[in-house]
T-cell receptor, first 114, second 112 residues
Framework: DTAVSQTPKYLVTQMGNDKSIKCEQNLGHDTMYWYKQDSKKFLKIMFSYNNKELIINETVPNRFSPKSPDKAHLNLHINSLELGDSAVYFC?????????????FGSGTRLTVV | KQEVTQIPAALSVPEGENLVLNCSFTDSAIYNLQWFRQDPGKGLTSLLLIQSSQREQTSGRLNASLDKSSGRSTLYIAASQPGDSATYLCAVINTNAGKSTFGDGTTLTVKP
């Protein structure tokens, strides 16, 4: 049983396209996150949702739009993809918004924009 | 603003050695600290979580300690094995804000 699952695992697409990445967690956690890991392996928070409500929205282009239909799902839609969007995107969840019990990460989605 | 530094950036050791990875942070008012390993092309696997009231956590050959006064956490790996080869990341967590800052990682190679 995968705790935090992301689909697809790999995504190759052309500049200007719109794409979505899906994330689901079966841990019963309240809070979910999207992180971006660039080529230098640096992890940067993009968004977090707690019980379907947006609580963290870092400086991210408007082309990125998260959607949480319920607390077990957090999807990421990206419009008008650019070369600089190429990275690995990680979904994560935590039991509570305060991260008192740390994170559980998904296996990542490697996005390549050509 | 919290800054997290992991030194060294890369480490290569022969199998069987004991080793220490370091994670330094600038804001001593941290709450929790979590260590992860990341294998190439994979996600982050949680190794140990040290909550603010704790000084260390142990799991098998791994021991993580936290010294908030000096702004430092160490991950000790005993009797290293080739399977320990991975990138190790620390995350400094502010539980009040529900935010964390990740270090850049230490890439460990254990040679047979």
């Amino acid at each position: 049983d995968t705790a935090v699952s992301q689909t697809p695992k790999y995504l190759v697409t052309q500049m200007g396209n719109d794409k979505s990445i899906k994330c689901e967690q079966n841990l019963g956690h309240d809070t979910m996150y999207w992180y971006k890991q660039d080529s230098k392996k640096f992890l940067k928070i993009m968004f977090s949702y707690n019980n379907k409500e947006l609580i963290i929205n870092e400086t991210v282009p408007n082309r990125f739009s998260p959607k949480s239909p319920d607390k077990a799902h957090l999807n990421l839609h990206i419009n008008s993809l650019e070369l600089g969007d190429s990275a690995v995107y990680f979904c994560a969840s935590s039991q509570d918004v305060g991260l008192n019990y740390g994170y559980t990460f998904g296996s990542g989605t490697r996005l390549t924009v050509v | 603003k919290q800054e997290v530094t992991q030194i060294p950036a890369a480490l290569s050791v022969p199998e069987g050695e004991n080793l220490v990875l370091n994670c330094s942070f600038t804001d001593s008012a941290i709450y929790n600290l979590q260590w992860f390993r990341q294998d190439p092309g994979k996600g982050l696997t949680s190794l140990l979580l040290i909550q603010s009231s704790q000084r260390e956590q142990t799991s098998g050959r791994l021991n993580a300690s936290l010294d908030k006064s000096s702004g430092r956490s160490t991950l000790y790996i005993a009797a290293s094995q080739p399977g320990d080869s991975a990138t190790y990341l620390c995350a400094v967590i502010n539980t009040n804000a529900g935010k964390s800052t990740f270090g850049d990682g230490t890439t460990l190679t254990v040679k047979p």
